[in-house]
């Protein structure tokens, strides 16, 4: 296999690629080298900096150059014994319109430079263009690819198979299920500078999830031109395994300093939140005074850094089954990263479906936002799908979620029981405990200790959104399931009055009674007695 993945969280894995030059792994940056303006030296980039693999224009290469890469051997000729991968000059017509080569001749050229890593000469989409225009890109990069097959002569170097449509979605799924048939190693989402240009990170997840969902999961998906690290996590969150960026060299180029969290000009700071060993050892007024050649040295080194410590963050995160707290955590440091976040909602059941079932650690939940992430869709499908109460029970026992977890492990939930086991005992299996908890909705009693319904913790107090989810959650229950009684042990403290009057409503439509007792935070005395009362004068109304 070409790709393995090793592990996984949400739609990202932490894979290996293998190459014929080495095995490199994914989440991956490669840093664009330009041989004739390039900042710091290929080989520092891998022996310094820790990136395994770059890549390089083969269009700019072969009019600038030459045959001389394809003489010396494109890694000797860049100084680099990684892995290189080139593009095929799809971006310059792009930017202006046509370039001096054909598909085979880009396709024999990056052959003959000895490349790891190959692009066709896709037709790329662009932004704001016609959909007749869209169409004729999408259709002419599939014939490209198409001729491919004819065309390559070696079986060593690993093809990108693009996928184009830009703004039309139908389009970039149409170009995706038809590029998946075609033995393409690696896929590419085209065209999607444009977008993150302008901060439409919301659109981007619209064109990623359009390609994801249409591309074989197996084979590692590229990201052309996302090259800033504070929208890295939402990337590869969506499953993307590669990227590529000249931002590190061209923002050095415009005195900017790259975070994980943003971009600031040189001139703004007064201290490098960074520890880098560039910035460790300067200050922002110092590195105004250097030459300019000097200063932009710098800051591509330190740009370098931020990249490389962004991915390994990542990498940690996905390991450690935590990328969706760190994937909020970056969400939170731009609103358009915000926003796209909160779009995963459309795309929370394929998300879902490919998500690990387990993990290593629990989850924090903080806000309505960790409603879509997939512990909770799983649990809200699966309590549905998947569920039934058992015949013989005819009263709902709803009781709050407590501080202790697994909940019936709780002393709360401990007085509840043995007051069920000793005054009923003879009608024990009429009556059935579930929690209401944030931000699951329903746990069965006999549920609360399968991951990761008590291997969380939960910020309160609860927001609006999720208190409402909780209810909404808890009367879809009531609706899909046969009993005729619903008791509500009421808490207004963490609830107010949401729960209680989602589920009378529910009741009520479904013709059953709703009964309910308010209870505070831990059980006393007074409150099992009037529970006992209550469940004695329910059960004497059975049937």
Aim: aromatic share 10%; net charge positive.
């Amino acid at each position: 296999m070409t790709f393995e993945v090793k592990e996984r969280d949400l739609l990202a894995r932490i894979g290996r690629l293998k190459t014929k030059s080495g095995t490199v792994e994914t989440p991956l940056l490669f840093p664009v080298i330009n041989p004739a303006v390039q900042p710091v030296p290929p080989r520092r980039i891998r022996e310094e900096f820790g990136f395994d693999a770059l890549i390089t224009n083969a269009y700019i290469l072969k009019k600038r150059f030459q045959n001389q890469p394809a003489e010396k051997g494109l890694h000797k000729f860049l100084g680099f014994d990684g892995v290189i991968m080139t593009d095929s000059g799809a971006y310059q017509i792009l930017v202006y319109g046509d370039i001096e080569t054909t598909p085979e001749e880009i396709v024999n050229y990056q052959e003959q430079t000895d490349t790891d890593i190959a692009t066709i000469l896709d037709l790329p989409t662009g932004w704001r263009v016609s959909r007749r225009y869209a169409e004729h890109t999408v259709n002419e990069t599939l014939k490209r690819a198409k001729q491919l097959l004819k065309t390559k002569i070696r079986d060593d170097i690993l093809w990108v198979g693009p996928v184009q449509g830009g703004q039309y979605l139908d389009l970039i799924a149409k170009s995706a299920a038809e590029m998946r048939k075609l033995p393409f190693q690696i896929h590419a989402l085209g065209s999607p500078t444009a977008v993150m240009e302008q901060y439409r990170f919301d659109v981007l997840v619209d064109m990623i999830m359009a390609a994801k969902m249409n591309l074989p999961l197996e084979r590692p998906l590229h990201l052309f031109g996302a090259g800033h690290p504070f929208m890295f996590a939402l990337a590869v969150a969506l499953g993307c395994d590669l990227f590529d960026s000249a931002a590190y060299a061209i923002y050095a180029r415009e005195n900017r300093y790259m975070t994980e969290y943003g971009t600031s000009r040189l001139k703004e700071l007064e201290y490098f939140p960074c520890m880098c060993p560039r910035c460790s050892k300067a200050n922002p007024k110092e590195v105004l005074e250097m030459p300019k050649e000097d200063r932009e040295a710098f800051l591509a080194e330190h740009n370098l850094y931020a990249c490389l410590s962004e991915l390994r963050r990542i990498k940690q995160a996905i390991k450690n089954g935590r990328l969706w707290e760190h994937l909020e955590l970056r969400a939170h440091g731009h609103p358009a990263l915000l926003q796209a976040l909160k779009r995963l909602k459309n795309y929370e059941d394929f998300i879902e479906k490919h998500s690990p079932t387990t993990k290593k650690s629990g989850i924090f939940f903080f806000n309505s936002i960790g409603l879509i992430r997939p512990e909770v869709v799983r649990h809200r499908k699966r309590l549905s799908e998947r569920y039934t109460p058992s015949p013989e029970v005819k009263i709902l026992l709803l009781i709050p979620q407590t501080q202790t977890k697994p909940y019936h492990k709780s002393k709360e939930f401990k007085e509840v029981a043995k007051l069920l086991r000793t005054r009923f005992k003879n009608r024990l299996n009429e009556v059935h405990a579930c929690f209401y908890v944030a931000p699951f909705g329903i746990v069965p009693t006999e549920l609360d200790e399968v991951y990761p319904l008590s291997q969380h913790e939960t910020a309160l107090p609860l927001d609006r959104e999720t208190i409402e989810y909780v209810a909404t959650q808890t009367a879809d229950y009531i609706n899909h399931t046969n009993y005729n009684t619903v008791l509500l042990l009421h808490s207004p403290e963490n609830w107010n009055n949401t729960v209680l009057n989602i589920c009378r409503k529910a009741c009520l439509r479904k013709n059953i009674k709703f009964k309910y007792l308010n209870a505070k935070q831990k059980q006393n005395k007074p409150m099992l007695n009037r529970l006992e009362k209550v469940l004695r004068r329910i059960l004497s109304e059975q049937p």
